[in-house]
């Protein structure tokens, strides 16, 4: 696996048949990285950048540099050999409060080292919170229905990886399994294996970054800042802000520290390399995480030959609207398709009901606090037909036909 093929890229041992060259994409020395959502980018000769791969992950979860050096650092350690080979490649317990980018974290990383952002395994541990639901994470025993085919609910193909890509495991909201599984985990923690309970077969973690999430927390620092405290904090100016930041992380710390260790035993958190403690998101992250989701969105309509402009106000206004200090940029992602996406899309089918020509549309926040779609000119040079606000769902004004009444009344 991942160990052996170290050695032999260091010429340690010879080649084994079946490997893949190291610069085959989706190498987990980060060259074959997800270049955004349009797919696989061509590797980078040289071989593993740690910074390319630090800056690819901050430009994608923003706001949370200490958590992204840490999975960068677990990734550095495995690329260079210095994990113990009889354990996973490393095991991250990330905390923090809600809708802060724990889970992205993960799907950013899977992106990189392997096809895509959805090419990992994912265990939601609150389907496992009921002791006869457990068994779904070892199998069936013998006797039992299912012993023999062995089914859990790993994915051994993305647990186990291959040569050059290691496997992605993300164990979500752990502190919610059931204390079964958690006796179980612990020897994948520990050991990388985890023996089915037929007896008869054995999942190896030991070519796997496995990560694991906990809200542990949370709920407290909710009760300790509010959404109103949060904002006035950020209007006192960008120094202060800074200011409030760093004590607020330190605090925050104090606080998850003190839940993870009142709610795990200590033989769990000893089997944790490092623990990435998530910070709550400002109003200014929250603007760049709303100008991201635009980018995300204009990507999408170009595929569909639509250009679509939006300026700082649209930015500024799906912000306001969609984050809360509290709860976090989840809401973001809603606000960005009700408030920005649906009249985007009523005024793409207005002005091209044929779905065939090239659409160019403008967008602006009016100062009702409701976006404005303007067409601009198409490619061609034509101009687009005008189409009327979204919010309003007044008909497109009957150009051409205004024309031929106006030459009918000249004649």
């Known amino acids: 696996m991942y160990h052996d093929q170290n050695r032999r890229r260091n010429g340690d041992e010879p080649a084994a048949p079946g490997d893949v060259h190291p610069d ?112 779904s994470f070892t199998g069936a025993p013998p006797g039992y229905a299912g012993s023999k085919e062995a089914f859990t609910v790993f994915d051994r193909t993305t647990v186990e990886g291959d040569p050059y890509r290691p496997g992605i495991v993300l164990f979500d909201e752990v502190e919610k399994a059931h204390p079964t599984v958690l006796r179980a985990l612990l020897h994948v923690l520990d050991n990388g294996t985890l023996r089915l309970a037929n007896g008869q077969q054995t999942i190896s973690f030991r070519n796997s970054f496995v990560f694991l999430t906990s809200n542990l927390g949370s709920a407290e620092l909710a009760r300790r800042r509010d959404a109103r405290w949060r ?6 100016g960008a120094r202060s802000g800074a200011l409030t930041a760093r004590l607020a992380a330190k605090g925050n710390k104090d606080v998850l520290t003190a839940a993870l260790r009142g709610f795990f035993d200590t033989e769990f958190l000893n089997r944790i390399d490092e623990t990435a403690v ?18 995300l969105l204009r990507q999408r309509l170009s595929r569909r030959s639509v250009r679509l402009d939006a300026d700082a106000s649209v930015t500024a206004l799906l912000a306001e609207r969609g984050f809360d200090p509290v709860y976090g940029a989840r809401g973001l992602r809603r606000t960005v398709r009700t408030v920005l996406a649906a009249p985007v899309a009523d005024a793409v089918l207005r002005v091209r009901p044929s779905g065939g020509e090239p659409v160019h549309l403008r967008v602006r926040a009016g100062a009702d606090g409701e976006m404005r779609v303007t067409p601009q000119d198409t490619p061609d040079g034509t101009a687009g037909r005008e189409a009327p606000d979204a919010t309003e769902g007044r008909e497109a004004p009957d150009r051409e036909g205004a024309r031929d009444r106006a030459e009918a009344t000249d004649a």
């Open 24 to 135: 085959a994409p989706g190498a987990p020395d980060g060259t074959g990285a997800s270049d955004g959502p349009g797919g696989p980018e061509q590797p980078t000769p040289g071989g593993f950048d740690p910074e390319r791969l630090s800056g690819r992950l901050r430009s994608r979860v923003l706001g949370q540099e200490p958590a992204v050096a840490a999975v960068v650092r677990a990734v550095v350690l495995a690329t260079a050999g210095a994990t113990d080979p009889q354990r996973p490649l490393a095991n991250l317990l990330l905390v923090g409060p809600t809708g802060v980018g724990k889970t992205e974290l993960v799907r950013q990383v899977a992106a990189e080292l392997r096809s895509g952002p959805d090419d990992l395994c994912r265990v939601d541990m609150n389907s496992l919170a009921q002791e006869h639901y457990a068994a």
């Open 278 to 295: 998530f910070t709550e998101l400002d109003t200014a992250t929250a603007e760049r995480i709303a100008a991201l989701e635009i980018e």
């Open 231 to 236: 904002r006035a904090a950020d209007r006192l």
